[in-house]
């Protein structure tokens, strides 16, 4: 099993930045991709970024493109997503998984494990 814990959510105003950590723990061995995903109230989950866990390869949605940088540290095990020019449009609970298989890194019913979430709000 693998454990994932988020953190750096919060309160911010529009255009603010903000950084989200998801540290994993457990069996990192068998994780092929860990990707962030968000949800807000009355909407479905939807993808947001993904990144390899070798970190070669990143993916990303097109409402988030050249605003999110998705990266991860081998060291500590931890992926992050560095949000900037926040807008209220991304406010949700964020959540971090991870997968063992390869494909499909878009889809959530794909990944294995999930975080708790981390809510970040974003006021104008």
């Known amino acids: 099993q693998v454990q994932l814990v988020e953190s750096g959510g919060g309160l911010v105003l529009a255009g603010d930045s903000l950084k989200l950590s998801c540290a994993a723990s457990g069996r990192t061995i068998s994780i092929a991709y860990m990707g962030w995903f968000r949800q807000a109230p009355g909407k479905e989950r939807e993808f947001v970024s993904a990144?390899?866990?070798?970190?070669?390869?990143?993916f990303y949605a097109d409402s988030v493109k050249g605003r999110f940088t998705i990266s991860r540290d081998d060291a500590k095990n931890t992926a992050y997503l560095q949000m900037i020019s926040l807008s209220p449009q991304d406010t949700a609970v964020y959540y971090c998984?991870?997968?063992?298989?390869?494909?499909?890194?878009?889809?959530?019913?794909?990944?294995?494990?999930w975080g708790q979430g981390t809510q970040v709000t974003v006021s104008s």
């Open positions: 998984a991870v997968r063992s298989g390869y494909g499909y890194v878009t889809q959530p019913m794909r990944y294995d494990y």
């Open positions: 990144i390899s866990w070798s970190g070669s390869r990143t």
